[in-house]
Nanobody, 127 residues
Framework: QVQLAESGGGSVQAGGSLRLSCEASGYTYGTRYMGWFRQAPGKEREGVAAIYGAGSTTYYADSVAGRFSISQDNAKNTLYLQMNSLKPEDTAIYYC????????????????????WGQGTQVTVSS
C-alpha cells in the first residue's frame, strides 16, 4: 500500500503562484510514475501533469503547459507541482496519484494508469 498526502493548496489571485507537495509513504519501492490531477466543480477529473521513469520524462496538459512544472525528490519521496501564472480556470481540487508497473494506457495523463490517490488539496484562484 502507498499513502499519498498533498499539501500546499490555498487561495491566490490570478497571476500568482502556488507550489503543491505530495509526500508518499508506505511501500513506495518500484513506483514507476506519479502525477497530478484536478477536478473542478461540475467537471470530470482531468490529468494535469505526470512524471515517468524516475523523472526522466514529463507530460503536461495543454492547458497548463508552460505555466506548471512537475518534479520529484526521490530521497524525500515527495512529488511537487509548481504552478505559476495561475488563472481562475485553474480552480479545482488537486490530487496526487502514483502508479506501478507497465502503464495500462498509452495516454500518460489517463487516470486509469494510476493505482493510488491522495485526498486532494483545494486550489482557488480569484480574478
Amino acid at each position: 500500500q502507498v499513502q499519498l498526502a498533498e499539501s500546499g493548496g490555498g487561495s491566490v489571485q490570478a497571476g500568482g503562484s502556488l507550489r503543491l507537495s505530495c509526500e508518499a509513504s508506505g511501500y513506495t519501492y518500484g513506483t514507476r510514475y506519479m502525477g497530478w490531477f484536478r477536478q473542478a466543480p461540475g467537471k470530470e477529473r482531468e490529468g494535469v501533469a505526470a512524471i515517468y521513469g524516475a523523472g526522466s520524462t514529463t507530460y503536461y496538459a495543454d492547458s497548463v503547459a508552460g505555466r506548471f512544472s512537475i518534479s520529484q525528490d526521490n530521497a524525500k519521496n515527495t512529488l511537487y507541482l509548481q504552478m505559476n501564472s495561475l488563472k481562475p480556470e485553474d480552480t479545482a481540487i488537486y490530487y496526487c496519484a502514483a502508479g506501478f508497473g507497465v502503464r495500462r494506457y498509452a495516454f500518460a495523463l489517463e487516470s486509469g494508469n494510476f493505482d493510488y490517490w491522495g485526498q486532494g488539496t483545494q486550489v482557488t484562484v480569484s480574478s
